[in-house]
C-alpha cells in the first residue's frame, strides 16, 4: 500500500504541476493523470480491478439513490458522475438561456438601473452571486452570473475576468453560510444532524461578517480595471433597449420558466429527494425539447473540456482517497492539534482550507467527520464548533486555487471560452489574499463565540 500512495502522491503532484505551468489543455492533463491512477496506482501497485470499477463509479448509475434519496448522503470514491450530470445539464439550460436573449436582456436591464457605471455593478454582481449562492449551488450561480458578466462587458467594451473573479470568490463564500449552498455543507449537515437554520445562524453568520470586507477588498483591488463604461462623446440612450435582446419571445418566456423551475428544484431537493443528478438531467432534457430544432446547436456548444476535466480530476483524486492518504492527512491533523482546543480549531480551519485549495472538498469533507466527531468525544469540544470550523475551512479554501472548487474550474472556463483566459498567477493573485483575509475573520469568530 505504501508504493500505492507514493505513486498516488506524485501522480497528484504532477498533475498540479502541469495545470501551474499551463503548457497543456488541462482536461488533458487530469485525464491522463487519471489514467495513470488507473494503470500505476490501481493496476500495478495494487493488482486491485475493484479499485478501477470503484473509481470510474459507473455502478452508481444502477443505484436507486443516484437518481432519489431523502437520507443521508452518500459519499463514493471516484467520479462524483451526479456533478458531471448537474454541471452538463445547467450548461444546457445557459446555454439556452443565452441563445434566447435572456443575458443580454437582463445585463442591459442591470446596466441601466445604474447607469452603465461599472463600479456600481461590479459591487452588486458581488452581493448577488452571495446571495444567490446561500440558495442555489454556486455552480449554476456562476453559470448564471458569468454569462451575464460576459455580455455586460461586451456592452461596456470592459474585461469580464475582474467581474468574474469577484463573482467566484462570493459564490463560494455564500455558499458557505447555508446547508444547501456548497456540497460540503450538504455532506456536514446530513451526517451530524444540522439543518438549514443551524447553518445560517451560525457560519451564516460567518459569511456575512466576510462579505463587508471582501466586497471592498474586490473594488480596490480591481479598481484600475474599471474605466469608465463609454467612450467619450458616447451617453447611455446610444445603448440598446433590454427588449432588443430579446431573439424570440416564445424562447425568452420558457427560458425564464426553465431557469425558476431549476431555482425551485434546487431549493426543494431535500424535501423532494430529488439528486442533484436528477435535477440536472430533468433541466437539460427539458431545455432541449424547448429548444427543438435548436436542440443539435446548444449540445455542440456545450464546453465539453469542462466535463473531461472533472471526469479526470476525480479519478486523480480516488488515488489519494482509495490509498488512504487523505485519511493519513485527517489523522496528522489529529494528532498535532494535541490537547489545546484553540490549535484544534485553528489546525481545522486552516488545514481543511489548505488541503480544499488543491483537492476536492466533498471527499475531504467526508473524510474529516469522523475525525472531529472522534475530537469532540476525546477532547471534550463542541461538536457543532468543530464542525462549523470543518465547514468554513472547506468551503472558503477551494477559493484559492483554479481548481479549489467546482465553481472556479466553471468560470474560468466560462472566460476562457470567450476569449479571456484566466491565469494561475492571475487568479490566486486575487483570491488568494481574500481567502486568507476571511479564514482570518472566521477564526477570529469561531475563536470569540465558541471558545
Known amino acids: 500500500m505504501v508504493s500505492a500512495q507514493i505513486a498516488a502522491v506524485a501522480i497528484f503532484l504532477v498533475m498540479f504541476l502541469l495545470l501551474v505551468l499551463e503548457k497543456f489543455p488541462r482536461h488533458l492533463v487530469t485525464l491522463a493523470c487519471g489514467l495513470a491512477t488507473l494503470v500505476i496506482v490501481f493496476g500495478i501497485c495494487m493488482h486491485d480491478p475493484a479499485a478501477v470499477a470503484e473509481s470510474l463509479s459507473f455502478q452508481s448509475f444502477l443505484s436507486p439513490t443516484f437518481w432519489y434519496s431523502l437520507g443521508e448522503v452518500e459519499t463514493t470514491t471516484g467520479i462524483n458522475w451526479e456533478t458531471i450530470l448537474f454541471i452538463a445539464g445547467m450548461m444546457i439550460m445557459v446555454e439556452g438561456m443565452a441563445k434566447s436573449g435572456f443575458f443580454r436582456w437582463l445585463c442591459i436591464r442591470l ?5 452603465f457605471k461599472p463600479a456600481p455593478l461590479f459591487i452588486l454582481f458581488m452581493i448577488l452571486s452571495a446571495a444567490l449562492s446561500m440558495f442555489i449551488d454556486s455552480i449554476t450561480v456562476i453559470m448564471f452570473l458569468a454569462a451575464v458578466t460576459v455580455e455586460l462587458a461586451q456592452i461596456l467594451r470592459l474585461s469580464p475576468t475582474p467581474l468574474i473573479l469577484a463573482e467566484i470568490f462570493c459564490a463560494n463564500l455564500g455558499g ?20 438549514f437554520f443551524d447553518f445560517i445562524t451560525n457560519t451564516g453568520l460567518i459569511a456575512l461578517a466576510a462579505l463587508v470586507l471582501v466586497v471592498p477588498y474586490f473594488y480596490f483591488f480591481f479598481r484600475k480595471h474599471l474605466v469608465p463604461a463609454f467612450p467619450q462623446g458616447e451617453s447611455p440612450v446610444s445603448f440598446p433597449q433590454p427588449r432588443e435582446a430579446i431573439t424570440s419571445k416564445r424562447s425568452f418566456l420558457l427560458s425564464c420558466l426553465i431557469f425558476a423551475a431549476a431555482v425551485v ?11 442533484v443528478a436528477t435535477i440536472g438531467v430533468v433541466i437539460g432534457v427539458v431545455t432541449l425539447l424547448a429548444a427543438g430544432k435548436d436542440a443539435p446547436s446548444l449540445l455542440r456548444r456545450l464546453d465539453y473540456a469542462t466535463l473531461l476535466f472533472f471526469i479526470g480530476l476525480f479519478i486523480a483524486v480516488s488515488g489519494l482517497e482509495y490509498t488512504g492518504v ?21 489546525i481545522i480551519i486552516w488545514g481543511s482550507a489548505l488541503a480544499s485549495a488543491f483537492i476536492d ?11 472531529i466527531r472522534t475530537l469532540s468525544q476525546v477532547q471534550g469540544v463542541e461538536l457543532q464548533t468543530l464542525a462549523w470550523a470543518l465547514s468554513v475551512g472547506t468551503d472558503i479554501g477551494g477559493s484559492a486555487t483554479p481548481i479549489g472548487a467546482s465553481a472556479n474550474v466553471v468560470g474560468t472556463s466560462i472566460a476562457a471560452k470567450n476569449g479571456y483566459p484566466v491565469t494561475w498567477g492571475q487568479y490566486c493573485k486575487a483570491q488568494a489574499p481574500a481567502t ?3 479564514l482570518v475573520v472566521a477564526t477570529v469568530i469561531i475563536f470569540v463565540r465558541y471558545l
Request: with cysteine; hydrophobic share 50%; charged share 5%.
Open 111 to 115: 446596466a441601466r438601473m445604474v447607469h
Open 176 to 195: 458557505s453560510a447555508t446547508m444547501c449552498g456548497d456540497p460540503p455543507n450538504i455532506i456536514i449537515g446530513a451526517s451530524l444532524g444540522y439543518s
Open 265 to 275: 428544484l434546487l431549493i426543494t431537493h431535500a424535501q423532494t429527494g430529488l439528486t
Open 326 to 346: 487523505l485519511d493519513l492527512l485527517a489523522q496528522f491533523i489529529q494528532y498535532v492539534s494535541g490537547g489545546n482546543v484553540y490549535i484544534m480549531v485553528a
Open 436 to 438: 486568507i483575509l476571511v
Open 361 to 371: 472538498n466533498i471527499p475531504f469533507a467526508a473524510t474529516m467527520i469522523p475525525v
